[in-house]
C-alpha cells in the first residue's frame, strides 16, 4: 500500500509562519522600515504591469488603480514611519514606589508585543490597497507578526503577482498566499493563527467570524463589513446649495461603480424638494461601468430587485438591464424607512429618504444600524445639524462632504460598531490599525538583560516612553 | 383573564441604563471623578460594616479585606485621577494637509467615546476588589459607561450593601445590580449592553463568552479566566537560595486558601534538588483555612484528587480530609507534564516540577498554555533564564518575586492570551482597563460646535492631544 503525502497549503504555511514568527517580531524598527519601504518600490517599480493585470482581473479603470497604487504604497511607507517612530508600541514604565500596597508597587514596565502569525482575507474592490500587501498586510508586518493572505478569486493573477514581488523583499515564511473558499476556513482555524483581518461582506464575515470565536482558543477576528452611510440634508442646506449637493451626491455613490464600503447607500433630503429632476439627470450622465465580478453583479441585481419592490419605495432611475451597469436611484419616506431596517446595497444604487420634520428625521436615524461613515450637509450655526448630529452612529462622522475617500493618517477611523465591523474597538486604516495585531506584555523588577530593546533603562531605540505618566525619551 | 405582569430586572434595569447613557457619557471628567472619590469614600466610610459582612459570607480574614477595601478605593480614585488627566481619551488630530490624496487630507480628529451600558460580572475571590465596585466597574463608570453588575452568589449581602452605597452616590440607572445564573445569561443576551466584563471560571467564562459573541449584534466580551502561572527556579538561584525560594513559594500559592487568579500552580526546580524536606515543613506550617464557599471546596477537592491521580505525579502533602482547607502540594517532573497539559486548580494546592536539563525546562514551558503571569527566579546573569525568558508565555513576567499581588498602576498589566483570558488585547487591572469600554470616533472636517469638547480646537478641558504625531496642550 502506497500513502500518497497529503500537502495542505495553508498547515505548511502556518508552520513557515510560525518558524518565521520569533526572529521576524525580534527584529528592529529599522529592519522592518526597510522592508515595508522596500515593499513599496516593488510596487513603484512594476506599477504599470500590475495596474494591467488589475485592470483586465478588477474592471476598475486605471486612474483610479493608479490611485490606489498610491496609496497602498502610502500606507506600507507611513506604517514603516509608525514603526521607527516607536510610539505604536505604547510603552510605559512605572518605576519602582516603596511601602506596602496599594500605592506601594514594584518596578513595572509594559510594551505592546507581535500576537504571532495572523491571517488576513483580501478584498474584491481594492486589488491593492486592501489586497496582498494592502493595509491589513502592511499594519500586521509592521507590528512583526508574519501573514497568511487568502487571495480573492476577483483578482489571482494580480494577487500571484503581487505575492512574488513581496517573496522577493521578505524573509521565508513572512509573508504567504492561499486561494479558495476551504483554504480561507483553514487558515482561521489553523491553531498557529493568532488573529484574522477581513474586509467584505456581512455574511461572509459572520461565517469567519463566528469560527474564529468557536476555535478552542479563540482568537480576534476584524471584520470590516458592510454600512449604509447615511446623509442628510439639511433644509438651510438644501436652499443653500441644493443642485450641487445631489450632484456630489450621485458621483460619490456611482464612484467606483459604487462597490465600496464607504459608499453613501441614503441620501436624507426635506420633504417636498424639489431636486428629483437634477438627481434623475445627474445620475444619467454616469457612464455604465462593468462590474467586479459575475458574483458581484448578481448579487447586487438581486438586491435592487428586493429594493425597488420593497413597501413604500419607488424608482427614481431605474436599473438597467446591460452588462456594462449605469447607477439605479430609489426614494421612500423617513417613516417608511422605519418599518424595515436599511440594508447595505454592494453596487451604484442608492436609497434617497424624505422626511417631514426634524422629529421625523430623528426617529428614522435612530433605527438605523451603525455604519462605517455618515455625513451630514449643513450650514454655519445649522439648528438641525445640532440636532441630529448626536443621532449618526459611525466610526467616522463627515460634515459638509462625503464618506468615500478615507484619509490614511493616525486620526481615521475607519470602523464601527456591528454591522459595519465585528470589533468596534478598532480600525482598519490608518496609523491605529497596527494595534489589532498587538497584546501587551507587563515585566516586573526585571533586569535589562532580559528586557525587551523598547524597554530598557537606556531606551536603546530613543523611543518616546510614558514614564510616571510623562511622555520622555529619557532613561528610566 | 388576569394577565399578571412580569418584571424582568434584566431589562428594567438595561432600560435604565439606556436612558442614562447619554448624559452619563458626556458628564464632564470632573464630574465623573467627583463621583468615583464618593464611591471610594464611601466604601471607606462604611469599611468595618463591609469588612464585618464580608468576612462572614466569604471566610477570608479581616486582615486580607481591608487590604482589598484599600486597593478598590485607590482604583476608583486612580480611575479618577485617569479621566481628569484625559490621556486615556486618545485624542489625536491632524490638521488639514492640501493636496491629492494619498498625501492631501481633509482636517481629522478622533477621539475614544464610551461604549454604552455594560455588564460586569463579579468575582468570589474579591469581594470589593473584582465585585460591585471593583476594577472592571470602576473602569467602565470612568469610562462614562453604565453598569449592570451581575452579583456573585458567594457574597449577596456584600453586594446589595455596596450596591445601596453606590446607589446614594451615582445618578439613576448608572449603576444596577442583578442576581442569579439567568439574570447573567440575559444580561449578556441583552441588546442594550455593549461589551461585558468577567472574572472566573475559564468553563464559566467560556460559556457566557459563546453567548456574547453568538448574538445578532456580537460584543466584546472581557474574560479574565483560569491560569497556571508557571515559576521557574534556575539552578544558581537554587544554591544561592534555595531555602527560601521553597518557603516564599508556600506562602505565595497558599494565600487567600489558593483562591487567586495569580496563584503560582507550577513551581519547576532542577532535578536532584534537596528541598522536598523543606517544602514539606512549610507546607505543614499554613494554617488551614475555610474557603470561599461549598461549590469552590469542591470543585477543588475533585481537582486534586485528579491531580492526585495523575500517571507521574507523586504526593509530597496529602490533602487534608476536613471541613477547614490545609494546603496540599504534588510533584511530577518535566518530561511527565509534556504528556499532559497542566490545568489551573483553584485552591491551595500546588505542583513541583522537576526538569532534567535546560532542554527538558524549555521543551515543556513550551507546552504550557499561556497565563496571567509567570516568574523567574535566577542569578544575575544567570544563562538558564537568558536562555528561557522567552518560552515564557504571559502577560506579566516576573523577576525574582511571586505572581500574587497584581499593583494597579499604568504599566500593569494583567492578561494574557487564551486560556487566560478571552481578550489578549487587554486587561482587567491598572490604568489601560478603561479601553475596554471606549470605542474611537473620527470627525471630519467638523466644526467646533459640533464636535465633542476634548476634539475642540481650542482645548476646552485642556488634556494632551496627539497634534500632527506630537503630544500637546495647545489649541489645535
Redesign the interface.
Known sequence: MHIIPQIDPVSEAAEAAQLAF?SFADSTPGERARLLRKLSAAIGDHRSTLVSVANRETHIDTARLN?EV??TR??LQAFADVVV?G?YLDA???PPVSGP???G??D???VLTP?GPVGVFSASNFPFAFSVLGGDTASALAAGCPVLVKAHEGHPRLSALTFELAADVLPPGVLSLVTGREAGQALVRDPRM?AVGFTGSTAGGRAL??LA??RP????FYGELGSVNPVVVTPAALEARGEDIVRAFVASYALGAGQLCTKPGLLFLPAGHDLEDSLRAAVQEVAPAEMLGPWIREGYLAAIRGLASAPGVRTVVAPSPDEQIAPSLFATTAEALRTQPAEECFGPAALVVEYASVEDLRATLRTLRPSLAAAIHAE??DEV??AV??DLD????????WPT?V???????H?G???AT????H?SVGA?AI?RW??????????D??LPQPLRRDNPWGIPR?VN?R?TRDPA
Request: aromatic letters at 8%; a positive charge; zero cysteines.
Open positions: 520569533r490611485g498610491d496609496r502610502f500606507q517612530a510610539g510605559v514604565i512605572d500596597p496599594p500605592a508597587h514594584p513595572l514596565r509594559r500576537l493568532k467570524f463566528d470565536v468557536s482558543d479563540p482568537i480576534p454655519t450655526g445639524a445640532q448630529h448626536a459611525a466610526g467616522r462622522l463627515v460634515w459638509n462632504g475617500g484619509a490614511v493618517t493616525a486620526a481615521m477611523h470602523g460598531a456591528w454591522p465585528t470589533a468596534p474597538l480600525t491605529n494595534n498587538l497584546r501587551p506584555v507587563a515585566y516586573q523588577d526585571t533586569p538583560s532580559l510614558r505618566g511622555w
